[in-house]
């Protein structure tokens, strides 16, 4: 009896989770159903009071009309390259880093780890005005380098993440190289590195994305029209644009956004893994 | 003269320092030297065609005392703070309890409530602009089904703040992720026990769930709130400050100060002064919760 008044219980508590949870889900969604409809709408449909759910028939060609509006396919591919350089620049050197503060003992090695974690606390705002000053200095501004540059240089997010994750690797496989007469070098690029695919794969992940929906960076930096990754050209078009365009709008930001979701699709294990990686957990 | 192992010992911290040599120009040149240059145009007239000329704290005393401009940013984002940061944490907490429920198709659910969190906000900042245009957009459609009166959002100044944090909670999958993840480490065996002893499902989570992620809900707090202060981009694009700088929030007007105005020393002190918030709200913030937070094994 107690028993089953127990199962009867958690299905009612089930039932209650899964109800709210479809609610929320129909108000998540919600922008994403709007902004896609709307890319759809022939233009007499756009402004109707009440508006149209479904606009009958679809207007496919809102997407070939962003992009002759504005030259969305460049700035795609500018957000691209931007993104990748980011990339391969934060595998690089958050691996080296995170290996010099965990593979590596060093005396003091510690205290400035701790100095690599105060950093997260830093404002934007704080450094953003000597940056600009010191890369125009430097004849950076109006290039990609600003925006490229410092992934190269090891984020404090990612090298916590990597350190914990190699701190998990076990000492004695370091050794075993070790006394083969490997040098450090070897130890991280064949051992160590292997094994950190799934970290790395986050770090890869986490840097493109930050890439791809940057937008004070391109904004501060970039002058010119032909440089303009996807979040600073959609910007300016939408600033220029009055209502009678926001079927054109919904299109070019459902092309901004459809490549994140692709790749969350393609990855989402590595999406939810990286979570517990970053040791949150516990 | 170095004895072999005083010898072996720096040996080993010039490997160190050699690994972790892209941090240590990084540091110096994207933190150290910005902060102090901060700091020092913070202290003088400075746009950029000219060179910075010392005036002293004049640019703080400018900051506090004339310029009604700053004190309507710093309320605003006070505002948003106050309500976007926890309000965001406690849909995030309840849509990871829900999730936590073993529901089916979790996963799907998971994917729609993440998902908004990592996509471009330039592009969704536009969406929501015409997702909550007074006229057209469909939550209107919605409010009118419902027999509620129009809202004029984004162009009311008493509705623009409110509609910028609904848009923030939109966006809080990422902390709902982190949450889900601690739930899942809580030990079966605790509830089990609260069970036993015929507790509620509210004090099941009031007094076993919330003490063992506490040190999670800190962390999204303080994580939260550094973000919020530095809230920019949604009101960059949606609302530009208005209307009537309702939406002048901190990042904005130093923003605008810094790149339209060119006034670099002004923004610097601006930026100086975000700096110096953030570090006292943090440092009470932890200070406050120390008690309160339950950390694992100690």
């Known amino acids: 009896m107690i028993a089953s008044f127990g199962v009867k219980r958690a299905n009612i508590n089930n039932i209650v989770s899964f109800v709210l949870l479809v609610g929320l889900s129909a108000a998540f969604i919600l922008p994403l159903f709007w902004m896609i409809t709307t890319s759809l709408k022939p233009i007499d449909q756009l402004l109707l009071d009440p508006p149209v759910w479904i606009p009958e028939p679809l207007e496919f060609e809102n997407y070939p009309n962003a992009l002759e509006a504005q030259p969305f396919l460049q700035y795609l591919g500018n957000s691209l390259q931007i993104a990748v350089a980011a990339v391969i620049g934060a595998i690089i ?5 995170a290996y010099g503060f965990s593979r590596v003992e060093w005396k003091g090695r510690d205290a400035v780890f701790v100095l690599v974690l105060s950093t ?3 404002p934007y705002h704080v450094v953003m005005i000597p940056l600009f000053v010191s890369f125009s200095k430097i004849g950076w ?3 990609w380098l600003p925006l490229i540059v410092p992934a190269w240089l090891g984020h404090p997010f990612f090298i916590f993440m990597l350190r914990q994750f190699m701190l998990g690797i076990p000492k004695e496989l370091s050794e075993a190289t070790r006394i083969d007469g490997g040098s450090e070098w070897i130890l991280l690029t064949r051992v160590i590195l292997p094994l950190c695919k799934p970290a790395l794969a986050t770090v890869a992940l986490f840097q493109f994305i930050w890439s791809w929906n940057d937008f004070i960076g391109p904004l501060i930096y970039l002058n010119d029209r032909d440089l303009y990754p996807m979040s600073l050209g959609l910007a300016l078009y939408h600033n220029s644009q009055g209502i009678t365009d926001f079927s054109i709008l919904m299109a070019a930001s459902t092309m901004a956004v459809v490549p994140i979701i692709i790749i969350f699709f393609f990855m989402q294990r590595v999406f939810i893994q990286g979570i517990s990686l970053t040791g949150l957990k516990g | 003269m170095l004895t072999p192992r005083k010898r072996r010992e720096l040996r080993k911290v010039g490997v160190g320092l050699v690994f972790i040599s892209p941090w240590i120009v990084g540091f110096l ?7 102090i240059a901060s700091f020092y145009y913070s202290l003088t007239r400075y746009s950029p065609i000219s060179s910075p000329r010392f005036i002293g704290l004049f ?3 400018k900051l506090l005392y004339f310029d009604p401009l700053f004190i309507k940013a710093l309320t605003n984002t006070l505002y948003f703070v106050v309500f976007a940061v926890p309000l965001g944490n406690m849909l995030a907490l309840a849509l990871a309890v829900l999730l936590n429920q073993k529901v089916k198709g979790l996963s799907v659910f998971r994917t729609i409530f993440y998902l908004p969190s990592i996509l471009p906000l330039v592009a969704t900042s536009i969406v929501w602009t015409w997702l909550l245009h007074p006229q057209y957009g469909a939550v209107s459609v919605i409010l009118a089904e419902l027999g509620l009166p129009a809202i004029s959002w984004f162009s009311d ?7 910028l944090i609904m848009m923030s909670m939109w966006g809080t999958g990422w902390m709902m992720l982190i949450y889900l993840a601690a739930l899942q480490d809580v030990p079966q065996e605790l509830y089990d026990v609260a069970s036993l002893d015929g507790a509620s499902l509210w004090r099941k989570f009031r007094h076993v769930t919330v003490p063992m992620i506490s040190p999670i809900i800190l962390f999204n707090t303080i994580v939260g709130l550094i973000g919020a202060f530095q809230y920019f981009t949604e009101a960059y694009i949606i609302t530009e400050g208005g209307p009537g700088d309702s939406t002048l929030f901190y990042s904005l007007y130093l923003f605008q100060n810094a790149f339209a105005y060119f006034k670099m ?6 930026a100086w002064l975000l700096f110096l918030v953030i570090l006292i709200l943090t440092f009470i913030i932890f200070r406050s919760s120390a008690k309160r937070v339950y950390y694992h094994g100690s």
């Open chain 2, 29 to 35: 040149a994207l933190n150290l030297y910005p902060i």
């Open chain 2, 157 to 163: 100044p008493q509705w623009a703040k409110p509609a």
């Open chain 2, 265 to 270: 020393g002004y923004a610097s002190a601006m």
């Open chain 1, 93 to 97: 050197s958050n691996s080296l880093v």
């Open chain 1, 120 to 122: 997260l606390m830093l």
């Open chain 1, 141 to 143: 501004v109006n290039s």
């Open chain 2, 59 to 61: 640019n703080y005393e």
